[in-house]
């Protein structure tokens, strides 16, 4: 039996082939994850220990906000006192003082010049660090910077012209008066764009204080232990600051990569998961066929002795084989293509970060054989029990393979359908992943039980649109034939389809609720804002700014917020310090609960009711604020509104509060125009206003909305990219269907050529089959995927998802898709068809 099985696999390479192909994209996909993360994390360790090379120890205030940035400039910022400390200690060679902070320079076309990750800092220039200069000489007036060599190959910029740059302050003009790279002659250490400037303009420029650091780097004295050195500083500072080796220090960096990496690999892996999953489809519908053409194979084997245990395992043993061969070829795959991914990764910031050689770790090679048996196995269980059954006498008939009842199955899909549907109920209303991805899988594995009790009536109808012609109604009639096996190739499109349906209209539903909000309660009709650069570098402006725009003709009124993270009684929060409660109620038409909309008095906040119940606070109730630089404040509950969509999820303090805030610049402002007054007017009389500072925007309602949707759309591409695999493996899944159909009828073609059917008309024929499969999985798709994002939608309807939204364009882009797609996987088999020799096929057993 075993000699048998083998023979058999090795006999008909076409149907390994396409057996394995659904196996080997899955598990390229998985081993690429693996090898991808892998590299790129041991490529960021490698850069962290670099850039710590010449750190001892390095000091920094502690933050107020456990978990929150790192970076001493958000903590608050040290004195030249605090310098001395340090220099003072036992065992300290050389103390210097460090002034980092956010800078974005400008392009010569007037916009910020972008990273894809990277930040773009600015320092002040010291001497004796990596930087080695390339080009011409450190800054040494104000009005000078350098640059590191990738921000000038970026900008084109070259010694000795001017440049600016944003910082805290607007935009400002400076000389390039150098040009400096780092060790082994790299432009970047890691893509990042880098601007250093003379001290004294560092610290006003990225700190906002004269005289003040944002760390201070500390080598030790020879002989002298850094950690020994770091408890000698802790204990001269104190609590109040943080005081970490440069071993810590790049441990901390790799560990929050790595963390970043570690989710990254769960969305890929999550991805590959789905490729799998619509794979089963396509190796237990390979496997159904197989087994229905080699019936008196199987049963010949049956009269001569063989038991159902041992038909049992040929066909295991075959799944096996395949599982096998696949996750060889699909790991060397992953390989190559995460090798191939990290290179891009790398070469997008500008090549500036130095791989680590590609390594195959363990976890991808487990994973792979793993994942490619132990699917093609599961898959080829129900096949491998079907053949089981087979008797001996099926050897003597010319077929068996009748239909058989569908009860079963229909009764089963109903069950498992209404309890996918239930755990995607509870999943979107806890925020529960898990019960999400079991009721998605639950509920799939349901429609497609269900789907053979529709295949043949839907397909019916689908093929007498195309059934213009003899090809036409025979290529329907062949598709309705067998409905288990068109439902079944029809579902692994359905998967890919479905998700991408429920994701669109899950976001077009939250366009649709953003721009009903801003059409129905907003009543600003100028927003003003800026580009988000992460934390300690989001594009602000002076608040003197916005009292220049109250001042301007035809404003009715005008507020604007800083922004930040906080504690309140231990939970993090986002805040917002208004400059006007009054003009913020009028303008978001938010609704009183208890108390009054005015200036919130200094020791007072506001919330809405929703976040009230969820902190256990009402009107008059105390709760303890703590801010990222000033010092634990209690704070009374003056005012709790109605939750409103316009303004969720924050934390209202009094405008004073701004001062402890990490930065102390308004990161939005709001105007609304006086009533008969053209908006557009108002606009170019605001927009002058920002012109030193282009990363600020001044947008009506609607343009800014657009701006909102538009990333929403990015999310929506970026799916649709990552769901591709499944629709390409579902295309193999019609194609291996369809060609192993044309084995299956060989005999029939031929006598179909044998009674004047040309070649072309057959080729029509595989056609017509293929595409009323393909729109059938597409419709099956659509139909399961908009129920999914109806119910979705109305799950997180607590969240902002006030409005349904049905994108019908992009839905009858995905129906049109499919045709095409059917189109292209007919190509193969109907040219194999075509080719047929007439006489051979005739007497083909």
């Known amino acids: 039996m075993l000699k048998a099985t083998l023979k058999s696999v090795l006999a008909r390479k076409l149907r390994l082939v396409l057996s394995g192909l659904a196996v080997v994209l899955g598990v390229m996909f998985v081993s690429g994850s693996f090898v991808l993360t892998d590299t790129l994390d041991r490529s ?119 440049m600016s740059v944003v910082t805290l302050e607007t935009k400002k003009d400076f000389t390039v008066a150098g040009i400096f790279d780092y060790p082994g002659n790299r432009d970047s250490l890691g893509g990042e764009l880098t601007t250093a400037f003379t001290e004294p303009v560092a610290q006003q420029l990225l700190l906002g204080e004269p005289g003040a650091y944002s760390g201070i780097t500390v080598r030790a004295a020879d002989g002298v232990a850094e950690d020994a050195l770091r408890q000698r500083i802790q ?40 490729a799998l999953f619509v794979g089963i489809f396509i190796i237990l519908n390979t496997f159904s066929i197989i087994v229905a053409q080699r019936t008196r194979e199987l049963a010949l084997l049956r009269a001569m002795g063989a038991s159902r245990k041992q038909l049992v395992g ?13 996750s060889v070829v699909g790991l060397g795959a992953g390989i190559g293509v995460g090798a191939l991914l990290a290179n891009i990764f790398s070469s997008v910031g500008g090549g500036s970060l130095q791989l680590a050689g590609i390594a195959v770790p363990a976890s991808a090679v487990i994973s792979s054989f793993a994942v490619g048996i132990i699917v093609t196995v599961l898959a080829a269980v129900l096949p491998a029990l079907r053949a ?86 025979l290529g329907r009639r062949n598709s309705a034939r067998n409905p288990r096996r068109t439902a079944i190739t029809a579902a692994a499109l359905m998967v890919g389809i479905a998700l ?192 030193d500072n282009p990363e600020i925007t001044v947008q009506d309602r609607s343009a800014f909305v657009r701006q909102q949707a538009s990333q929403l759309d990015t999310v929506l591409v970026m799916i649709q990219i990552l769901l591709a695999l499944a629709i390409l493996i579902a295309v193999l899944g019609v194609i291996n269907t369809l060609a192993l159909s044309v084995i299956e009828r060989t005999r029939e073609l031929g006598l179909l050529r044998a009674i004047g059917m040309r070649r072309a008309q057959v080729m029509r024929m595989i056609t017509v089959e293929s595409v009323v499969i393909s729109v059938f999985g597409a419709l099956l798709g659509l139909a399961v995927g908009t129920a999914l994002g109806v119910a979705a939608v109305r799950a997180l309807a607590d969240e902002g998802f006030t409005d349904l939204g049905i994108p019908w364009t992009q839905l009858g882009g995905y129906l049109l898709l499919a045709a095409v797609i059917g189109v292209v996987a007919a190509i193969l088999p109907a040219i194999r068809a075509a080719r047929l020799n007439v006489l051979q096929a005739i007497s083909y057993e």
Do not use: C, H
């Open 235 to 274: 204990q001269r500072l104190g609590d109040g600051y943080q005081v970490k080796t440069g071993e810590e220090l790049a441990k901390d960096q790799a560990d929050a990569i790595g963390e970043g990496l570690a989710f990254f690999n769960y969305i890929l892996l999550g991805f590959a998961g789905i």
């Open 388 to 473: 089981s059954r087979i008797p001996p006498v099926a050897a003597m008939r010319e077929a068996a393979t009748p239909d058989r009842p569908l009860t079963r199955p229909t009764i089963a899909g109903a069950v498992l359908a209404a309890a996918g549907g239930g755990l995607l109920w509870y999943g979107f209303s806890d925020a529960a992943l898990w019960f999400i991805m079991s009721g998605l899988l639950t509920a799939f594995v349901g429609v497609a039980l269900l789907t053979p009790l529709i295949s043949r009536p839907v397909v019916s109808l689908i093929g007498k649109l195309l059934a213009w012609s003899m090809p036409g109604t």
């Open 500 to 691: 991408i349906t429920g994701v669109s209209v899950i976001l077009a539903s939250a366009t649709t609720s953003i721009t009903k909000v801003a059409e129905g309660q907003v009543k600003s009709d100028l927003i003003i804002s800026g580009e988000a650069q992460g934390p300690g570098g989001d594009a602000t402006f002076a608040p003197d700014r916005l009292d220049q725009v109250e001042r301007l003709p035809g404003v009715d009124s005008a507020f604007g917020w800083y922004s930040d993270r906080i504690l309140v009684d231990g939970t993090q929060q986002f805040a917002v310090a208004v400059t006007d409660v009054a003009a913020m109620q009028r303008q978001f038409g938010l609704e009183s609960r208890s108390g009054t909309f005015a200036d919130l008095p200094p020791g007072q906040l506001a919330l809405d009711d929703d976040m009230a119940n969820t902190l256990n606070l009402k009107q008059g109730g105390t709760a303890t604020v703590q801010t990222t630089r000033g010092e634990a404040v209690t704070y009374t509950v003056g005012l709790v509104y109605a939750k409103n969509n316009v303004l969720t999820n924050a934390i209202v303090l009094p405008v004073d509060a701004a001062r402890d805030f990490r930065v102390q610049q308004l990161s939005n402002a709001f105007v609304q125009v006086r009533s008969g007054t053209a908006v557009a007017d108002v606009q170019q009389r605001v927009e002058p206003l920002f012109s």
């Open 44 to 162: 960021f360790k490698s850069l962290f220990t670099t850039i710590y090379t010449d750190v001892d120890v390095q000091v920094a205030l502690k933050p107020k906000i456990e978990g929150d940035d790192q970076d001493g400039a958000l903590a608050g910022t040290l004195s030249g006192d605090d310098l001395k400390a340090v220099q003072s200690v036992d065992g300290v060679r050389s103390a210097v003082g460090d002034v980092t902070g956010s800078a974005r320079p400008i392009g010569e076309n007037g916009k910020v010049l972008t990273t894809s990750g990277a930040p773009r800092m600015g320092m002040a220039w010291r001497d004796g660090g990596q930087q080695q200069l390339r080009e011409g000489r450190p800054p040494q007036r104000d009005d000078e910077i350098a640059i590191n060599a990738y921000l000038a190959k970026t900008g084109g910029f070259q010694v000795g012209e001017r």
């Open 314 to 326: 040929t066909v295991v043993l075959e799944a096996v084989v395949i599982g096998l061969i696949a």
